[in-house]
Every structure is written in structure tokens, then in C-alpha cells.
């Protein structure tokens, strides 16, 4: 082929798929396809975020009034959506920052223990996992209301319902970064004279970092996707988050200022993992590490 | 070397150590884990309320009523309890199955074959789980309702001669659906278990003469067998526990699933010991499987040690 | 155990033997709590008890919030802005889509809101469980003056001595006329509409156990659906479970007011209200004239269905107690009444508003008349009750049944 056409994608397209010793055609149709099978109704959903009109499956024109034009309906402007967007944002918010530390030290004590009560323990942190959710829903709400009455519906009860679920995917994460990096750093620094506290403190805890990040975007992740506990959990309207609002709403007659919720969400979804993984990979590089962040976590070898 | 500095735990380390890094967490668990089990339990075993009809939990053991519990399990096995039962366990294994069939070989192309488009593909795939399941639900429901787009492409195609009710009562509908919202979670560590694989060995069973699918069949698909299984763990059990999907994608009594039973009776005053010994029944099955995981990850870890 | 729970306690194993009793005495009683359950033809005074007072008479209004806990869009912001306005404070609105959500929180005792929004049925449990606190009728001069009198003075309440009415309500059909030929209106039983094979794929009940195995039993030709008379209930199960393969059914709670207008149903359970509302919600081009509604004890063959009313009421725990009566008495006067009634679609049984008018003042289309309620209506309808605990779970267990689709 001559190089002109090979510099163009088109021309690239069709040299790639005339090589019989190139990379699997089949394969790479079907990669792409499932991407765009996965991705193409959410960015429908969000499309109709910006519809002109009230419908969410007739384009109507593009718009911003579900966003912050419509004077009732917006989600500016509708106070059960704005609230419901920052009580997500903020449920996660400290849900990450609580269950992170908690998880990292049960992480970390759990693959160290070496006593009697380290299997149980384990297998304590392992049973959230196998729980389904509208278990661990119902059995909190009881709790709450039964036994731990201090504890108010709404805010306190979800963050703590968050913080349960969430513990034990913080320590699955930090648990695969933590057999990779092993003890000899934490030995050799012991050995070159620092005291036990200070070689987990300036030696395991640095190199745990990526990880450390990792569970703090999964931990939002899981707070802000959350909706079986989280309804279970609310007090009133104020402390109802968008998974809540959205499905409640699903079976009412929604509107596209959903949509928009949903898609704000999804872009501050977008910015805090962008940073993240912007702070992952100067910290890797630091390290001196190869390859990319996101390959890292994608192998949870972070 | 390090394995038996693992055993003999580093010189000068105090045996509270590390318990005492997992204390906050173990003792979080408890007073926020255990005990709501122990709540279930007490409400299973519960008594009415004579005003409002509801459930009431009974703490003390022995005074536990095991009336309503032993109905659901005669229900279970004898009625028409354990159809909804059997309902939901197909529809797991075959949206699992399905997921398996759609994620080994995305999860496949980007470890092996992805070459520059590896991250930003990773990025795509990891996407889902940072936009809401509901909303990826919702807007499903829009594309399948009559007048969707999928009815529209399907009739340009020629595959419909006529628009079809996706959304009504179809056991096809809800484990596609099952399958949409879980297969992110079962691609990830597909990814990881086939990443990890040394090129190096499937390089070396070509030079002895294995063809493209033998090297796949003997060597890439039983060293990825971990991943596999750990990846089907993780997407089963949040769908037996699923009962949203079904309820947004079909309306129909013929669809539902266990946890939409729990769901129904649990926000019912007078079902509150019924979805409790169901939630039970539940969870001794999921509990079921991840000891079947459990034990298989410990014994291949043995396998690998020795 | 909580002292709360103690006491519950004691009082259900008193109340134990008399749950249904069909007279009230009027007498006030101590803790022992009694679930006093009246009928048309038996009416009651629900009880009132020592430690339950109401307000004294002649107290100036708190300074708010006024916490309002409604279901969700059941009453109009507007209405709530204008109380705002006309008596200087805040309101809060807070809502919920399902009772057993609202009754669990409300039981907890740690929520503050100062009114909420009974069914007629849960009334007797409520005052039982010292939820409500009695009113000071003082407070309300539009009671009396702007009320139908057979609700100023219900059955269930009788002197209104915990609630006041809000909105009446039918249970019936709604259809629309291009998706089924059948002139519903003009059958016999026309519930037995569902089981039509003809409306396969197009057909909704309401997702709640109690009024669809209401239906169940409706299609049997049984009115009364208070009771699980021995049979009634497997008939129910056994036509519902028909249903499922039958017609392919789907439960919903949108299904009339939304989805009906939609076409994504031809023919849904539908509250008179949810029939009201129904053509605001038509799309773009649809037309609205091909609504239709019945209320099955008024077609040919008077068969079941129910006609009810809604109330406001004062919580126990409320923190601002004459405010919340004062939002009791304006939700009763004429204007306001009105003004809700045009945006929640739910009639008020207010004077002012006579059903013979609703039609040509073009509050109500014209081919949704029969969504229209008298108070003779109420001679024609059951009216629905609190099952008994047992019941309940009799009827749970039919529902369960059902629900499991096979």
C-alpha cells in the first residue's frame, strides 16, 4: 500500500484488515462492539439530559433548561434534585474518607496476623461481600430503630450502612498491593535501626499509596452508585440520594431533568477519577514505575 | 527467605501488632454487621404486633416462634416458593454464563492484543461503574420500549416483521438486563487473571507446535481459571440479591425474583418474619457458593505453595 | 427492650381481645390501646387517652418550619407558598411513596413532623398506637362550615376528633378506547375486562396487595373485601394467578396516570384521581379524548369497588401543634381547596365544589365524568378497613402466591 494511504485512518483500516498476520479480527470487532454496546445507551441517557422538550425518548432540540434554566424543574431550581445531588456527594465523600483508613488497617493487620483469631477475622470482613444487599438494608434499619436508637435515620444511619458495605472492598483492594510489596522493605528498614512504628509509617504506607488511592475511588463509587441501603436508611426527603430519587422516580413519570442529574453526576464521577489517576501516576513515577495507573488497577496490582 | 521470615514474624515485633491494626475494623463489623444479622434472625423468629400488625423482634433465643420459618421452608420445598428459587438461579447462571461469553474475550483482546488502545480501552470499560445502574437500566427501558430504537433498528434489519413488547413479562429481557449491569464487574478481573499470564508460556507452546487454539484451550484458559471463577463469584451474588432490574424491565409476576419477594414482603407490616426467613434461605445458598469459592482458592493457593 | 416497646407490649396484650371492637365508647382510657374500627353502618369514636392530650384552645402559632409529611406529589407547592405567605413561616414537605415506609418511620419516634396524611383504613391503628394526637376543633371553623357533612362527622371518626378529610377517592378502570373495543362501561362485571385475552400485553393491576386481591375477589362477583369469608381468597389467588399467562400482566403503581396515557398500557386499575390527572400527562400529539373511566359499583351489574377518603391529621410528636392546626383549617377552605384540587387532580369534599359542576367549569373532561364522587357514592361502595393482623397475613400469603408467577 502506498503511504499516503497509510496515513490516513481509513487507509490504516484497510491495511489491518488485509493482513491475515495481524491482530485477530474477530476479536477486535467484538472489544468494540461490547464498548459501544456499553456505552452507547448511557450516552443516550445523558443526549436526553439536554433535551428541549419534556420527553426522554422523542429528540426534541438541545437545551440546558433541565440543568439550570427551567425556573421549577431544573436541577438548580428543584430543590429535592439539588439536594439530593449534594447529599450523594457528600455521603461518599465521607464514606471514602472513613472507610479507607478502617479498611487499610484491616487490610493490613488481617495479612499479618499470624493468632487464632485471624481466620474468623478474615472471614468476618469477607461475609459483607456474600450479603445481599436488601439484607444488610432491612437489618440495619432495625438495628437503628431497635437497638442503636441514638443513631438518626437519614445521613448518620446511611453513613454508617456506607461505611459497613463498603470496608470489605477497601481490604480485597489493599490486600493485592500488600503481598505484591511484601515485608522486606519494612524488614530492612528495621533492621537498619527504625522502630517498628516508623517503618510502616515511612516504608509500607508510601508504598501502599496506589492502592490507598484505588480504595478511595471505589469506596465513592460505591456510596454514590448505592441505592437498596441508602433507601432503607433515609430519614426524609433531605437525606434521599440520587440512586433513590431515580429509581422512586422511575416509577412515577420521569423527567429529563433526571437525566441531567444523573449525567452531573457522571462528570463529577469523571473529574474525581481523572484526578486520581493523575495523582497515581505522578506517585508511580516517583516510584520509578512502568506502564500505566489504569492498567494497574484494572489488575488491582496497584 | 521470606517465607520464613513470614513465619517467624520479624524480630522485636510485639504479638499485639497486628491484631490490633485490624481491631477498628473487626469491631466495626460487629456492632454494624453481626448484630443486623442477629436482627434478621430475631425478626424471623419474631411476634405481631396486635396494633399495627407488624413484626416485632424477639431478642432472647428461646423464646424464638419458628413457625413462620418452618412455613417458607415448607413452601420452599414442597410449594411454589422454590420455583421462584429455581427462577432466580437460572437466571444467574445464564446471565453469568452470558457475561462470560461477552467478557473473556474483550478481557481477552485488551490483555493481549490491545496494543496502543490498551488504557483507553480499560477506561471505557471501567466507565460503567462510576455511572449509576439505574440510570444505564433506565435508559435500556427507554431503547426497548415499543417505539425504541431497538425495535426500529430491528424492524429496518428485517430480524422483527413486528415490533416486539421487550418489556413485558420476558425472561430474556431481565437477564439481558442482568448481564448489561454486571458484566463490567466480571471483565475486571478477567483482565487481571489474563494479564498476569507470562506471554513467554504460550510463546513457548507454539515453538513446540501447538496450533492458535490448542495454546488458547490448554494453557491460557486453565491458567485464567481463577480469574474466571473469582469473576463469576463476584457478579452471582449482588444478582441474587437483585431485584430492581427485573422490576424496571418487566412488570410481570413471571419475572420476579427471590429478592423481589423479600422486598415485597419486608415492606408489607404483616411479611416483616416471612421476608426475614427468606432472607435467610437466601443468604445460607450465596453462603453456599462463596465457601464453594472459599475453599477452592485455598486449596489452589496450597497447590501453588508447594 | 425499649420502655417504648414494654409498653406496647402491655397495651397489645389488652388490646389483644378486643381488636375489632365495632363500638367505640367515647370514655378516655389510660395506656391500654384499643384498635377501634368503625363502619357506615356502625360508626365509632376513636378513644381518646390520658397521656395523649390535645392543645389547649387560644394559643398563638409557633414560628415554624411547619413539617408537612405527605405522599409524594399529593399536594401543590403553590398551596403550601400561599400558607407561607398569608401566616409568615416556612414549610417543609417531605414525602414518601409507600405507607409501610411511612408508618416504620413514624413509629421510630424520632422523626418531628407535625402533619401527616392518614388513609381512612390506618386511622383506628394509628390513634392505637398514640401516633395522632386528638384535635382541638377550636382551631378548625372550616370544619364544620365548608365539609360535606357526612365526612365533617365520619364513621371512622366520629367528631373528628383525630382527623379531618382531605381528599375522597374511587377505585375503578381506566382505558383508553383505541387500544380496547370494549365499551367497559356497558359490562356487567367490568372487572372481569382484565381477563379478557383481547387486551393480552396491555393490561395493569396496581402493585398493592390490598386492593388487587380486592380485585381478584371483585371478578368472583365478591363486593366485600373486608373479610376473607372462606373461599374468597383462594378465588382471588386462583383468578390473579390466571392472570400472569393470561393477559401477561404487569404491576405498577404509574400504570394509570402515567403509563395509561403513554399507551404503554390499554387499560390499568386506576384511583379516580390518577383518571383526572391522566391527560396532562398524554405526549405530544396524543389525544386525550380517548380516556375513559368507570367505577364498577355504578355499571350494570353493581359490581365491587371501593370509594374512600384521605385525612390530615396531627402528629403526637409535633413540635409546632397550632400551626399544624392551623394548616388543617386553610387545607379546609373553599379557596385553597380548589386551587389543590387543580393541580393534584384528587376531589375535595368540600361544599363549594359541587360535582355537578367539576364537568362544565372544565376542571374534569368531559369523557372522564364518571371520575366525578358524590356522597351518595358512598352508599353504593364499600369503603375499605384495616384487616385484622391475621388477615393480613392471609392475604399477604395469597398475594405472595401470585407474585411468584408460576
Known sequence: MSTIARRTFLGRLLAWWSNPWGQPRFLVLFAWAYVLWSLIPVAVAVMFGFNDGRSRSAWQGFSLRWYYQDPDFSVLHDPSLRDALVQSLKLAGLTMLIATPLGVALAIGLARWRGRGARPANFLMLFPLVTPEIVMGVALFLVFVHLFGFVQLGTQAQLLGHVTFTISYVVIVVRGRLFAVGREYEEAAIDLGASQWQAIRMVLLPMLAPAIWASLMIAFAISIDDFVITAFLTGDQSSATIPVKLYSAARAAPSPALNALASILLFASMLAIGIALSVMRRSRKKEGAQGSAVEDFARLEL | MSKQADERGVVGERRWLWPSFALPGVVWLIILFITPLYVIFAMAMGTTDPIFGDTLPVWNPLRWDYATFGEVLNELFTGQLGLVFLRTLVYVVVATALSLLIGYPVAYYVARHAGRYRVLLLLLIIAPFWINYLMRMLAWVNLLSTDGYVNQILLFFGVLDAPREWLVGKHETVVLGLVYGYVPFLILPLFAALDRIDPRVIEAARDLGASPAQAFFRITLPLSSQGVLAGCVIIMLPMFGDYYTATLLSGSPKTNMISKLIEQNINASAGGSTGAALTIVLMVFVGLLMTYYLYSVARATKEARS | ?406
Not at chain 3, 409507600?98 to 388513609?119: C, Q
Not at chain 3, 395509561?260 to 379524548?289: C, Q, R, T
Not at chain 3, 379546609?332 to 355537578?356: E, R, T
Open chain 3, 1 to 406: 427492650m425499649s420502655r417504648r416497646e414494654a409498653l406496647r407490649l402491655m397495651a397489645g396484650a389488652a388490646a389483644a381481645g378486643g381488636l375489632l371492637a365495632g363500638c367505640g365508647s367515647g370514655s378516655s382510657s389510660s395506656s391500654a390501646a384499643q384498635v377501634v374500627v368503625g363502619t357506615r353502618e356502625d360508626p365509632v369514636k376513636q378513644p381518646l387517652y390520658d397521656d395523649n392530650p390535645m392543645i389547649e384552645s387560644g394559643l398563638e402559632p409557633e414560628k415554624g418550619p411547619l413539617k408537612v409529611y405527605n405522599w409524594a406529589d399529593y399536594i401543590y407547592t403553590r398551596v403550601l407558598k400561599d400558607f407561607e405567605d398569608e401566616f409568615g413561616v416556612e414549610v417543609e414537605l417531605t414525602t414518601f411513596y409507600n405507607l409501610e415506609e411511612a408508618t416504620r418511620k413514624l413509629r421510630t419516634g424520632k422523626v418531628d413532623f407535625d402533619v401527616f396524611v392518614p388513609t381512612a383504613e390506618i386511622i383506628p391503628k394509628f390513634v392505637a398506637g398514640k401516633l395522632l394526637q386528638p384535635l382541638n376543633r377550636d382551631y378548625l371553623p372550616n370544619l364544620k362550615k365548608n365539609v360535606w357533612p357526612m365526612l365533617a362527622d365520619p364513621y371512622y371518626d366520629r367528631g373528628s376528633r383525630y382527623t379531618v378529610p382531605y381528599t375522597v377517592y374511587l377505585t375503578g378502570i381506566g382505558w383508553r378506547t383505541d387500544m380496547v373495543s370494549e365499551d367497559i362501561a356497558a359490562m356487567d362485571n367490568p372487572w372481569e375486562a382484565f381477563w379478557d385475552p383481547q387486551n393480552r400485553g396491555i393490561a395493569g393491576l396496581y402493585d398493592d396487595y390490598r386492593e388487587t386481591i380486592g380485585v381478584g375477589m371483585y371478578r368472583s362477583g365478591i363486593t366485600d373485601i373486608n373479610d376473607d369469608k372462606s373461599g374468597d381468597l383462594a378465588a382471588s389467588r386462583d383468578n390473579l394467578v390466571e392472570l400472569t399467562d393470561l393477559v401477561d400482566i404487569r404491576y405498577t403503581i404509574d400504570g394509570a396516570y402515567a403509563k395509561l396515557p403513554e399507551g404503554v398500557f390499554g387499560i390499568h386499575h386506576a384511583w379516580s384521581g390518577d383518571m383526572v390527572n391522566a391527560p396532562y400527562y398524554m405526549p405530544k400529539g396524543g389525544d386525550p379524548a380517548v380516556l375513559r373511566y368507570v367505577w364498577p359499583p355504578k355499571a350494570r351489574g353493581g359490581a365491587g369497588g371501593y370509594v374512600s377518603n384521605d385525612s390530615l391529621a396531627v402528629l403526637k410528636g409535633a413540635e409546632h401543634p397550632v400551626l399544624a392546626h392551623m394548616f388543617l383549617n386553610y387545607m379546609l377552605d373553599d379557596k385553597v381547596a380548589v386551587k389543590n384540587f387543580g393541580w393534584n387532580a384528587y376531589q375535595p369534599p368540600i361544599n363549594a365544589l359541587k360535582p355537578d359542576t367539576l364537568v362544565s367549569d372544565g376542571m374534569i373532561r368531559e369523557n372522564l365524568a364518571s371520575t366525578v364522587i358524590e356522597q351518595d357514592d358512598f352508599e353504593m361502595g364499600q369503603t375499605p378497613q384495616q384487616l385484622t393482623p391475621e388477615q393480613d397475613e392471609r392475604w399477604l400469603e395469597a398475594w405472595s402466591r401470585v407474585q411468584q408467577g408460576g
